[in-house]
């Protein structure tokens, strides 16, 4: 049972970044996901969530109009699309499952 990240890496101000999150172990089609950030120096902050379904989503306003969730149900995945990424987006990106279970995440640079 685990969430693997991958996707991160050293991108400029005003660049994209797509991460994805891998399942499994477990139904992943029944449990919300959701994105968490950590920068350094402060707390985990809630970025976004999807339901089960992929039909509801919801964003921190920090992140809202420039980052997109999604999953694939099919593929056990979900995906947090990043555009126009800023200095201060920089942190360690992780997936959380509802059932509690997280990744160790990936780590998301910009900077110049």
């Known amino acids: 049972v685990q969430l693997v990240e991958s996707g991160g890496g050293l991108v400029q101000p005003g660049g994209s970044l797509r991460l994805s999150c891998a399942a499994s172990?477990?139904?992943?089609?029944?449990?919300?996901m959701r994105w968490y950030r950590q920068a350094p120096g402060k707390g985990r902050e809630w970025v976004a969530l999807?339901?089960?379904?992929?039909?509801?989503?919801h964003y921190a306003d920090s992140v809202k109009g420039r980052f997109t969730i999604s999953r694939d149900n099919y593929k056990n995945t979900v995906y947090l699309q990043m555009n126009s990424l800023k200095p201060e987006d920089t942190a360690l990106y992780a997936c959380?499952?509802?059932?509690?279970?997280w990744g160790r995440g990936t780590q998301v640079t910009v900077s110049s």
């Open positions: 172990g477990f139904t992943f089609s029944s449990y919300a």
């Open positions: 999807i339901n089960n379904a992929g039909t509801m989503t």
């Open positions: 959380n499952c509802d059932s509690g279970l």
